[in-house]
C-alpha cells in the first residue's frame, strides 16, 4: 500500500515538472521574416502570430495550430 501512495507522489511530482517545462516552453519565441512574411512560433511548437504584407492572419494561425494539436 505504501508503495502505491509513493508511485501517486511520484505521478503528480512528475505532473508539477512537466507543467512548468510546458510554461517555461510557451514563453520563448522566434521570428522569421521573408518576402513580406513574418511568423512568430513559441517554443511547444504553435504559431503565435502570422502577417501576410503587414496584415493579421488571426484566423490562419488558429486553423494550422488547430490541425497540428489533432495530428500530436
Same mark, same amino acid.
Given at each position: 500500500?505504501? #508503495? ?12 508539477? &515538472?512537466?507543467? &512548468?517545462? &510546458?510554461?517555461?516552453?510557451?514563453? =520563448? ?11 512568430? +512560433? ?5 504559431? +503565435? ?6 496584415? #493579421?492572419?488571426?484566423?490562419? +494561425?488558429?486553423? =494550422? ?5 489533432? =495530428?500530436?
Amino acid at each position: 500500500m505504501f #508503495d502505491k501512495i509513493r508511485q501517486g507522489k511520484e505521478l503528480l511530482k512528475l505532473r508539477q &515538472q512537466a507543467k &512548468q517545462l &510546458q510554461a517555461e516552453l510557451e514563453q =520563448i519565441r522566434h521570428t522569421e521574416e521573408r518576402s513580406g512574411m513574418k511568423v512568430t +512560433v513559441n517554443g511547444t511548437q504553435n504559431i +503565435v502570430s502570422l502577417e501576410v504584407n503587414g496584415e #493579421d492572419q488571426r484566423e490562419l +494561425v488558429e486553423l =494550422i495550430n488547430g490541425a497540428m494539436k489533432e =495530428i500530436q
